[in-house]
């Protein structure tokens, strides 16, 4: 059985910094590319930062923020995330797809607040 969990979410100042976490299992982690999306109330879902064997990417409104990393020992794919903006809150959702499969899973996401 599929599990994809992110953890790790919470209230911070702007400026502030939190690490995100999504723990998975019931899939070969290792072959799938990772990533962690964002969505903000009212807005679409967009593509925060992505990983796979040739490394990570980053939307231009986070590159030089935030760090994505995955540690395939323990299933794991973190999001670290700095000098956090208001613009910054959303749910963060973690992504696992197969590049050649067409399989995705989804977790159900943690709430990032960025406020004063």
């Known amino acids: 059985q599929v599990h994809v969990v992110e953890s790790g979410g919470g209230l911070v100042q702007p400026g502030g910094s939190l690490r995100l976490s999504c723990a998975a299992s019931g899939f070969t982690f290792s072959a799938y590319r990772m990533s962690w999306y964002r969505q903000a109330p009212g807005k679409e879902r967009v593509l925060v930062a992505a990983i796979g064997s040739a490394g990570g990417n980053y939307a231009d409104s986070v590159k030089g923020r935030f760090t994505i990393s995955r540690d395939n020992a323990k299933n794991i794919v973190y999001l670290q995330m700095n000098s956090l903006k208001p613009e910054d809150t959303a749910v963060y959702l973690c992504?696992?797809?197969?590049?050649?499969?067409?399989?995705?899973?989804w977790g159900q996401g943690t709430q990032v607040a960025v406020s004063s």
């Open positions: 992504n696992a797809r197969h590049p050649f499969l067409s399989i995705d899973h």
